[in-house]
C-alpha cells in the first residue's frame, strides 16, 4: 500500500469520525431540547392541576360561606361541595367528618338538573322540591356542623398543618 493511500485512507477515517462526532452532538441536543419541552409540559400541567385545585378549594369556601349565610341552599351546597370534594380526590379518611355532604348527595342523585329539571312538570317539580326540603330538614344540624368545620379549619389537603393556617379560609 501507498504512502498516498493510507494518507486517503486516514483522511476518510478522520472526516467520517467527524461526521459521525456531529451527528452523535445533534442527537445530543435533540434529546436535551426534547427533555426541556417535556419538563414545561410537566410543569405546565402541574400549575394547571394546581389552578384547578385552588379554584375548587376557592369554591367550596364560597359555598360554605354562602350556605352559612343562607345564600345557598343546604341542600345544594352539600351536593356541590361533595363534587368538589370527589374532583379534588381527597380519600375516606380526609372526608370522614363532611360525610354528610355525601349522603345528600347519594339521597338526591336521582333528582334531574339542569335541562332535566326544567322539562319536569310542576307535580314532579313539586314532588323532588318536597324531598330535598323533608332532607334538608333532617340533615340540617349535620350539614351546620360539617359547615362549620369547613368554615372553622378549612378544608385541608394534610391535616397536619390544621393547626398552622387553613388553605382557604382567612376571615
Not at 319536569?120 to 360539617?146: D, G, N
Request: charged share 25%.
Amino acid at each position: 500500500m501507498s504512502e498516498a493511500n493510507a494518507y486517503l485512507l486516514l483522511s476518510l477515517g478522520v472526516i467520517i469520525v467527524i461526521i459521525l462526532s456531529y451527528l452523535a452532538y445533534r442527537s445530543v441536543q435533540a434529546v436535551k431540547i426534547k427533555e426541556n419541552d417535556q419538563k414545561k409540559m410537566v410543569e405546565q400541567v402541574l400549575a394547571d392541576q394546581q389552578q384547578r385545585r385552588d379554584y375548587a378549594q376557592e369554591s367550596i369556601r364560597l359555598l360554605t360561606l354562602g350556605a352559612i349565610d343562607q345564600q345557598v341552599g343546604a341542600i345544594e351546597a352539600s351536593i356541590r361541595i361533595n363534587g368538589l370534594m370527589d374532583f379534588m380526590g381527597y380519600n375516606e379518611e380526609q372526608r370522614r367528618p363532611y360525610q354528610i355532604f355525601n349522603d345528600v348527595a347519594l339521597a338526591t342523585n336521582h333528582i334531574p338538573v339542569r335541562d332535566d329539571w326544567n322539562e319536569l312538570s310542576r307535580k314532579e317539580k313539586s314532588k323532588h322540591e318536597r324531598t330535598m326540603s323533608a332532607l334538608e330538614k333532617k340533615h340540617q344540624e349535620a350539614i351546620s356542623c360539617a359547615l362549620k368545620q369547613l368554615k372553622d379549619e378549612g378544608f385541608l389537603a394534610d391535616k397536619s398543618t390544621a393547626k398552622q393556617a387553613p388553605m382557604f379560609y382567612a376571615a
